[in-house]
């Protein structure tokens, strides 16, 4: 599975952007699909995951109320919709795909396959 971000860019402290995640191969629609991001200096940290068919997400309390993540099986594509972002969600941001479709993992261990990531950078 190959998987390529795209949607990043500069925006506004209070704006939105949405990033999307295309994926190759076939099994995508079995995957659940995580978003992570890495700030300048920090670890990589659980942004948020959906299951495979789309019917079960999980966010970091960070996030929780201004991101969501839905995904298209018919598009091999995941996105991560970003709304009242701020100065501190400022990271490079990266999907990434774990072959358990049930789970929700918040750890990247749990995961197999990474994007290249896409840099989001909110001004104050």
Known sequence: VQ???SGGGLVQAGGSLTL???ASGHTFST???GWF???PGKEREFVGAITWSGGNTYYADSVKGRFTISRDNAKNTVYLQMNSLKPEDTAV???AADSDGSRLGFSSRAYDYWGQGTQVTVSS
């Open 3 to 5: 998987l390529v971000e």
């Open 20 to 22: 999307s995640c295309a």
């Open 31 to 33: 995957y659940t699909m």
């Open 37 to 39: 991001r890495q700030a």
């Open 93 to 95: 941001y990266y999907c």
